[in-house]
């Protein structure tokens, strides 16, 4: 429930608070009082427009606050301001303020923290329901219409299974979207996956054997002309006698002949015999290694063609085979993940299926539950326009089913109203009247007042055109609804007035020169005092008319007056 309602330069008002009750709360005054400035502050409030031609003159800007009793709220109001990164409270107290200048600087706060104009409206409509000339009518929204038809179906608890099963549908259709794709392209890509993998797999590489083929094919296809090189190093080491071996030896020869004579160049004895079993070792390496070398076209074939598949994977794939190794590993985990996926896609097609069905078998309850709910719904309120003085009006509600499934079923609706025997019924939204609209609500919420989740109920103009009885029967349906919700009714009727539990006075006064609105609650004389003024005057007949219809409600629910 509004609590409390802080108004500062805003048209007549400098700066007044109000306090309000639970119950049925009625505003009275003279036309051009400021009653609508209370309208006016509330739809800022909850997000509406703001106009700078509002802020009162002489001053460069206007501030509202409201505070609200959010504890039996049923909206999930804490979750919702936690996503926007707003803070939710812990003691139920929801505490709105919005201020705009002169300048065209708007700004707004929920529980002290800044927000959008986007953000307070959809908080909002989850407080205030607002039935005037500038109405906030969520009656009027095709999607609430349903939520109604629903509460007052009893069909709660099947909505939440459609809700719950919609809400998991939801879920699954966006994880299998995520898991695979169902365009061409991905088939390309998980099929080249297949064979980048399998290509590099085959291949049975390893990185250093590169290096090792590389020198046996250059051996292979050369080994005619190492051949003979090496038998031509073999024949200038041994061959003949003028080969180096045999030199060698004849070195030797003098060598020994200078040592003989000079024992002291031994050195030069010891250094030719280390020359000399050098070349033997190397004429031995040069025999062996002409062993290994053999002519093989077959190996060398076998050589070129690893080489060039080697090179062709390096091309496609890395600079090093090591490379190439790490590419095909990733294209592996890629492809087991991807398949697995597709494991996981078809698992979910198959729970897709399933939970489609069962949206069916739902929706078809729900529709056809709808169906049944519409003319007891449309009897009950018809019942009630009669008395609130449309006696040969209806209403009733256009259920439309489609053949693709929604957040709510298969199902859309729209509140009809047919005001005259003989005309159509016309969706509520093209009421022209805004007092015949109002009545139209009236009926609606006293139809639906338990099923209505929304606290805080506000009427203007309700009493267009009503007078006698009917003006009575307005103020009971109001009372009836204030026993579940908290109703605000700014009214010229009497009868309406006096069916509430607390009231209170607009009038204007001129301070210093200026003037101003105010406001206080009535209780006793005065309110006596004002019922009567409402009903023609201050004689003794208007008082003790005024007096007669203040004794027909019981005691107030409100608590002690307020003035600001």
Not at 148 to 160: K, T, V
Not at 308 to 329: M, W
Request: aromatic residues 4%; charged residues 25%; negative net charge.
């Amino acid at each position: 429930m509004l609590t409390t309602l802080r108004i500062k330069n805003l048209a007549l008002v400098t700066d007044l608070t109000i306090e309000l009750t639970p119950g049925f709360n009625v505003i009275t005054g003279e036309t051009g009082a400021g009653k609508s400035v209370i309208l006016g502050a509330i739809n800022l409030i909850i997000g509406q427009r703001a106009d700078r031609a509002l802020i009162r003159s002489g001053t460069d800007a206007c501030t509202v606050e409201a505070v609200f009793d959010t504890r039996h709220l049923t909206a999930p109001l804490a979750d919702f301001l936690d996503e926007n990164g707003l803070d939710p409270g812990e003691t139920g107290e929801l505490r709105i303020r919005r201020s705009f200048t002169t300048t065209g600087t708007n700004r707004q706060f929920i529980n002290g923290s800044p927000t959008s104009v986007a953000v307070l409206g959809r908080v909002g409509e989850w407080l205030v329901d607002l039935h005037g000339p500038h109405e906030h009518q969520s009656l009027l929204q095709p999607t609430r219409q349903l939520a109604i038809l629903d509460a007052f179906a009893s069909l709660e608890a099947l909505r939440r299974e459609w809700e719950t099963a919609w809400d998991r549908r939801k879920e699954l259709a966006a994880e299998r979207a995520s898991l695979v794709s169902d365009d061409a392209a991905h088939h390309q890509q998980l099929e080249l996956l297949r064979h980048q993998a399998l290509e590099i797999e085959a291949a049975r590489l390893s990185p250093e054997e590169e290096g090792v083929l590389t020198a046996e094919f250059q051996r292979i296809s050369n080994a005619a002309r190492l051949m003979e090189s090496t038998q031509a190093a073999q024949s200038l080491l041994s061959d003949g006698e003028d080969s180096i071996l045999d030199r060698v030896g004849g070195l030797g020869r003098v060598l020994t002949e200078i040592q003989r004579h000079d024992p002291g160049t031994a050195d030069l004895s010891n250094a030719h015999l280390a020359v000399t079993e050098a070349l033997h070792e190397l004429n031995t390496l040069l025999s062996r290694y002409f062993d290994r070398l053999e002519l093989d076209p077959e190996r060398l074939q076998e050589l070129e063609e690893r080489i060039n598949l080697i090179q062709s994977l390096k091309r496609k794939y890395g600079t090093t085979l090591s490379d190439v190794l790490a590419f095909g590993e990733s294209c592996r985990l890629k492809l087991a993940e991807w398949e697995g996926l597709e494991e996981r896609a078809e698992k979910l097609s198959t729970e897709l299926a399933a939970i489609d069905k069962k949206l069916v078998d739902i929706g078809g309850q729900l529709s056809r539950q709808r169906r049944e709910a519409i003319p007891r719904l449309s009897r009950a309120v018809s019942q009630h326009l009669g008395e609130l003085g449309f006696r040969q009006s209806r209403v009733d509600v256009d259920l439309m089913t489609d053949t693709d499934p929604g957040p709510t079923g298969f199902d859309h609706c729209e509140f009809q109203f047919a005001p005259n025997p003989g005309e159509p019924a016309r969706p509520l939204r093209s009421i022209a009247s805004n007092g015949e609209l109002a009545r139209v609500m009236l009926a609606l919420k006293t139809v639906l007042a338990s099923a209505d989740e929304i606290p805080v109920l506000i009427f203007d103009e309700l009493d267009a055109n009503v007078g006698g009885e009917t003006g009575l029967a307005v103020g009971k349906k109001l009372r009836g609804i204030a026993d579940r919700h908290q109703v605000l009714c700014i009214t010229h009727l009497a009868p309406v007035a006096a069916q509430g539990h607390s009231q209170y006075l607009v009038s204007k006064q001129v301070t210093d020169g200026r003037t101003e609105s105010r406001i206080e609650r009535l209780d006793g004389p005065s309110r006596v005092a004002e019922i009567a003024r409402m009903l023609g005057g201050q004689s003794a007949a208007a008082r003790r008319h005024a007096e007669e219809l203040l004794g027909q409600p019981p005691t107030s629910k409100s608590g002690d007056p307020s003035l600001f």
